[in-house]
């Protein structure tokens, strides 16, 4: 059972314009959650988080959305550049397990053509 | 600061051989955890440790263990290996202590190849 989705395998984005990468989530324990990006043999670089008690985070051209009651969240990039091509990984934690467990989607191909 | 670091970041194994993966955390990073990355599977939590002690494993054989030493540097190993075990082996460290909201830092991995 995934408890974390990302239901696009890929997306192709025009330099410049905006690229939303959305994910959701079936466990209701979660209540952090964060956006990793990926390149091929390489460990994943964290991007950016939100808890469960915000809607909205931002960080320069990354923005995150969380809409708690459809268990959903996603990643606006914004302006697009080539250099963000590459797997985004969504991930989610529950602060109150008592230990670190971070449940990733299965990502999504991010390419931004020039 | 020195990031994540995991040694090797290649291996060739044979079937039925075991193998040693090791990753020294963040410095003052507690936890670490293990996850594995297959094509199919996307990443999958092998197991976390804080302090020494193993908090929390996923749905994995006992062929795969670990361990935490006292500087919290951690090691990984495979025994009996399998052809199903070729995968990128990934290490993160994180401050939390449960009840955190805190990110995870990641390691280059180690590509293990089992023939």
């Not at chain 1, 809409?67 to 529950?94: E, R």
């Not at chain 1, 397990?97 to 931004?112: D, E, P």
């Not at chain 2, 990984?76 to 939390?96: F, H, I, K, P």
Request: proline fraction near 4%; charged fraction near 15%.
């Amino acid at each position: 059972d995934q408890q974390v989705k990302q239901n696009s395998p890929s997306l192709s984005v025009q330099e410049g314009r905006i690229s939303i990468l959305n994910c959701d989530y079936t466990n209701s324990m979660f209540d952090y959650f964060l956006w990793y990006k990926k390149y091929p043999a390489e460990g994943p670089t964290f991007l950016i988080s939100i808890s469960s008690i915000k809607d909205k985070n931002e960080d320069g051209r990354f923005t995150v959305f969380l809409n708690k009651s459809a268990k959903h969240l996603s990643l606006h990039i914004v302006p697009s550049q080539p250099g963000d091509s590459a797997v985004y990984f969504c991930a989610a934690s529950d602060s109150g397990a008592g230990s670190y467990q971070l449940t990733f989607g299965k990502g999504t191909k991010l390419s931004v053509i020039p | 600061k020195a990031g994540v670091t995991q040694t090797p970041r290649y291996l060739i194994k044979t079937r039925g051989q075991q193998v040693t993966l090791s990753c020294s955390p963040i410095s003052g990073h507690r936890s670490v955890s293990w996850y594995q990355q297959t094509p199919g599977q996307g990443l999958q939590f092998l197991f976390e440790y804080f302090s020494e002690t193993q908090r929390n494993k996923g749905n994995f054989p006992g062929r795969f263990s670990g361990r935490q030493f006292s500087n919290s540097r951690s090691e990984m190993n495979v025994s009996t290996l399998e052809l199903g075990d070729s995968a990128l082996y990934l290490c993160a460290s994180s401050l939390a202590q449960g009840g955190a909201y805190t990110e995870a830092f990641f390691g280059q991995g180690t590509r293990l190849t089992v023939v």
